[in-house]
């Protein structure tokens, strides 16, 4: 088993950033794609963005492109999600997931059934 932890979630304005950090254990980190997800109150859980085992290819949600930036540091087997002039529609339970497959498109990435361990998830709230 692969344990998930977020963590670097919280209450920030409109237009601030914030750096949500996940940290893996249990697996080899540097085996597994790694992805965001993120889940609005009411709202299905949707893809934000995606990085494979080395860090070479990434993918995003349009919704979030040129904001947030996906990163991994296998060495600390750790993820990031840098994110940037946050907008009120950002606020949401951030999730982290990890999978064994490879991600080939977007339209797999986006796929929740695709990954193998998520995280608990970290709350992010962007206020005006």
């Known amino acids: 088993q692969m344990q998930l932890v977020e963590s670097g979630g919280g209450l920030v304005q409109a237009g601030d950033s914030l750096r949500l950090s996940c940290a893996a254990s249990?697996?080899?980190?540097?085996?597994?794609?790694m992805a965001w997800f993120r889940q609005a109150p009411g709202e299905e859980r949707e893809f934000v963005a995606t990085?494979?085992?080395?860090?070479?290819?990434?993918f995003y949600a349009d919704s979030i492109k040129g904001r947030f930036t996906i990163s991994r540091d296998n060495a600390k087997n750790t993820g990031y999600l840098q994110m940037n002039s946050l907008k009120l529609e950002d606020t949401a339970v951030y999730y982290c997931?990890?999978?064994?497959?490879?991600?080939?498109?977007?339209?797999?990435?986006?796929?929740?059934?695709?990954?193998?361990?998520w995280g608990q998830g970290t709350h992010v709230t962007v206020s005006s």
């Open positions: 990085i494979s085992w080395g860090g070479r290819h990434t």
């Open positions: 249990g697996r080899t980190f540097s085996n597994y794609a």
């Open positions: 997931a990890a999978r064994r497959s490879v991600v080939t498109s977007i339209q797999t990435a986006r796929v929740k059934e695709g990954y193998d361990y």
